[in-house]
Nanobody, 125 residues
Framework: QVQLVESGGGLVQAGESLRLSCAAS????????MGWFRQAPGKEREFVAI????????DYSDSVKGRFTISRDTAKNTLYLQMNSLKPEDTAFYSC??????????????????WGQGTQVTVSS
């Protein structure tokens, strides 16, 4: 059974940090992109950060670049998103996603067919 299980998230103050985890199971993820998208109330789901397992390369949205960092534990098939210097505008529901979108479409959530249960991140000012 293919599964993405997320953990982390919560309520923090501006400037603080959180770490999200996404544990993948059920098949080989070696050729996948995996990462996070988020959705704030009244807004569309947006790209946050993704990682390509085979190329070991990560991409970040401009809004989080320099503050968020992806790391991975290959043995555990787990991806981590370290979120530092959090801002109130980072408040959203974060979802882990995995899939094999074409390279030019990797920032589009429609390119991903596996999703975790999601976790809320709330940053107070």
């Amino acid at each position: 059974q293919v599964q993405l299980v997320e953990s982390g998230g919560g309520l923090v103050q501006a400037g603080e940090s959180l770490r999200l985890s996404c544990a993948a199971s059920g098949r080989s993820w070696r050729n996948d992109f995996m990462g996070w998208f988020r959705q704030a109330p009244g807004k569309e789901r947006e790209f946050v950060a993704i990682h390509n397992w085979s190329r070991s390369k990560s991409d970040y949205s401009d809004s989080v670049k320099g503050r968020f960092t992806i790391s991975r534990d290959t043995a555990k098939n787990t991806l981590y998103l370290q979120m530092n210097s959090l801002k109130p505008e980072d408040t959203a529901f974060y979802s882990c996603a995995a899939g094999r979108p074409i390279l030019s479409n990797r920032f589009n959530p429609d390119g991903y067919n596996y999703w975790g249960q999601g976790t809320q991140v709330t940053v107070s000012s």
